[in-house]
Nanobody
Framework: QVQLVESGGGLVQPGGSLRLSCVAS????????KGWYRQAPGKERELVAR??????NYAESVVGRFTFSSDNAKAMHFLQMNSLTPEDTGVYYC??????????WGQGTQVTVSS
């Protein structure tokens, strides 16, 4: 089993920045896929960033503004979010997947972009 815990959400003004963190515990040695998803009010959950193998993908709407990174030694991954807009508001979920395709989700952290 794997547990994921996010932190770093909050309220920020348009144009501001936030950094989300996710720490994994449990069977962390078999997590080749990591990423972030988000769910805006009234919308379906969507991919924000996903790292699998040597491939890193971003949602088109965040390219150039958001950056995924990871620290495998600490079993953590991060999402640096810059130039935030109100359209980025939502609950952000940490995600990981083991080599057999089993997904794991964090509990979510709220990001609100508003003046």
């Amino acid at each position: 089993q794997v547990q994921l815990v996010e932190s770093g959400g909050g309220l920020v003004q348009p144009g501001g920045s936030l950094r989300l963190s996710c720490v994994a515990s449990g069977m962390i040695l078999d997590l080749p896929t990591k990423g972030w998803y988000r769910q805006a009010p009234g919308k379906e959950r969507e991919l924000v960033a996903r790292f699998q193998g040597f491939t890193l993908n971003y949602a088109e709407s965040v390219v150039g503004r958001f950056t995924f990174s990871s620290d495998n030694a600490k079993a953590m991954h991060f999402l640096q979010m810059n130039s935030l807009t109100p359209e980025d508001t939502g609950v952000y979920y940490c995600y990981a997947e083991n080599s057999r395709g089993k997904p794991y989700w964090g509990q979510g952290t709220q990001v609100t972009v508003s003046s």
